[in-house]
């Protein structure tokens, strides 16, 4: 009988402790990714990434069809403006909290096909921000920092999507630039 305690107990301590577990990890991953790509680039700037082959590992397995451009945010001095041509073929914008959760898209796909040809204008801004002070597209992100990610076809003659990759920013927003020059 003593055994069957022992046996219940680390199914209960399993069973728990599974829980803190999922809520932790993700976090660390993306902290973890967060300071990585940060020593390459600060945030509030667009980064736009090489191809990525079979030594890529900034993230987890990248597609190798696929161009990216990444900007890490932190709006805890205000908004960030990211801006974006849309191209032809496959194209997407998605927005990361830090626990990698993805809160926001914007894709060239299905309903949003019209965007093709656009330029994509986003005025992303913090958990404390009041959306209407602000014009235009925004986007209002559940934590200060996180990443943004554009994705786009990288199969067959890539011209164009490199092309636009090069073309996007993310910048401080005017929120955010008046509150760098006050520190």
């Not at 803190?20 to 945030?43: C, F, Q």
């Not at 932190?74 to 191209?87: D, F, K, R």
Request: aromatic share 8%; with cysteine.
């Amino acid at each position: 009988m003593s055994w069957l305690r022992w046996i219940a107990f680390i199914l209960i301590c399993g069973w728990l402790g599974q829980y803190p577990l999922a809520m932790l990890v993700p976090h660390l991953v993306m902290e973890r990714l967060y300071s990585k790509i940060e020593e390459r680039i600060s945030p509030n700037k667009l980064n736009v990434n090489p191809r990525p082959d079979e030594t890529s590992r900034w993230v987890v397995r990248p597609s190798p069809d696929l161009l990216y451009a990444s900007c890490l945010y932190n709006l805890e001095q205000g908004s960030v403006v990211i801006t974006a041509p849309v191209t032809d073929r496959y194209w997407s914008m998605q927005f990361y909290q830090m626990n990698t959760d993805n809160f926001a898209g914007i894709t060239n796909q299905r309903d949003e096909h019209v965007r093709i040809g656009t330029q994509v204008e986003v005025t992303l801004i913090g958990p404390e921000a009041d959306p209407e002070q602000y014009s235009g597209e925004v986007i209002q992100s559940p934590t200060a920092r996180g990443m943004m990610l554009i994705r786009a076809s990288g199969i067959g003659d890539d011209t164009e999507a490199k092309a636009a990759l090069e073309l996007s920013r993310c910048s401080p927003g005017k929120d955010n630039q008046q509150a760098a020059r006050n520190t």
